[in-house]
């Protein structure tokens, strides 16, 4: 694409003589890098609003999804952490310690992680984690990466955010314990027992997108803390049900 843009800046500018014609090209080749630019960052949003096979340079497999769920635990821990260009330089400093390219994706995490600054009310910790296994899976550092995360989590939501996060990255570490008995989670989530999981995570989405107090505007305190309530319903009914599943789940 930028050589797209180079060639028709470049023919624009041959008409008017060869300063021109070098002035075109040039002109050609940062507006090809801007609009790839300005792709590629859709591309990402577009991927943290759901989660699934990704169309952008990631840099390390799972670095996209490893910023957005240090945003999430981060903005848990303290929302006045999103005014703070440090929350972002701190994620992307954890990524590099992390990440075997180290040093090479520090600038490219710190994009992910505004970005998902941007879409924070619509991360999703569950399917960024589940992306994010499926990502790294076979590499052999998801218990280095979930302890990194969880070292980004202060407070009580954050830090039961971040364990569950690790326990979902690392199969036995610190199992969540078991829900006292209650509610049928797949009637919370208004589906039919032994529905496949393909399914059971796109109901789950809907709800969640449905019911998430951030996606509301508008509402009175009494109808937000309903919507909340309505959301850790939904949420927890899910991570009931993901537990049922011994299949491995599918890779993305």
Not at 86 to 95: C, D, M
Not at 103 to 125: D, Q, T, V
Request: with cysteine; charged share 25%.
């Amino acid at each position: 694409m930028t050589l797209f843009f180079m060639a028709a800046f470049g023919l624009g500018g041959a008409f008017l003589g060869i300063p021109a014609l070098i002035t075109g090209i040039v002109l050609g080749y940062f507006a090809g890098g801007v609009y790839s630019q300005l792709r590629n960052d859709k591309a990402v949003l577009a991927y943290f609003e759901n989660p699934g096979p990704s169309a952008f340079y990631e840099g390390e497999p799972g670095l996209a999804a490893f910023c957005a769920l240090g945003a999430y635990l981060m903005s848990r821990a303290s929302p006045k952490i999103l005014e703070n260009e440090t929350a972002a330089v701190r994620i992307a400093g954890g990524a590099v310690s992390v990440f075997p390219e180290g040093k090479k994706i520090g600038p490219l995490a710190e994009s992910f992680c505004r970005l998902a600054y941007r879409k924070l009310s619509a991360l999703n910790p569950d399917l960024l984690s589940e992306s994010l296994a499926a990502r790294r899976r076979g590499k052999g550092d998801l218990a280095l990466i979930g302890l990194e995360l969880g070292s980004m989590a202060s407070g009580r939501e954050a830090l039961q955010e971040a364990l569950y996060i690790r326990q979902f990255l690392e199969p036995g570490f610190e199992p969540l314990p078991e829900e006292a008995p209650g509610e049928d989670p797949w009637l919370v989530l208004d589906i039919p027992r032994g529905t496949p999981y393909e399914e059971v995570k796109s109901a789950f989405r809907k709800l969640a997108l449905a019911c998430h107090p951030d996606n509301r505007s508008g509402v009175d305190e009494a109808e937000k803390q309903r919507l909340e309530e309505q959301f850790i319903r939904v949420r927890d009914a899910y991570r009931t049900i993901t537990r049922e599943f011994s299949v491995v789940r599918p890779r993305r």
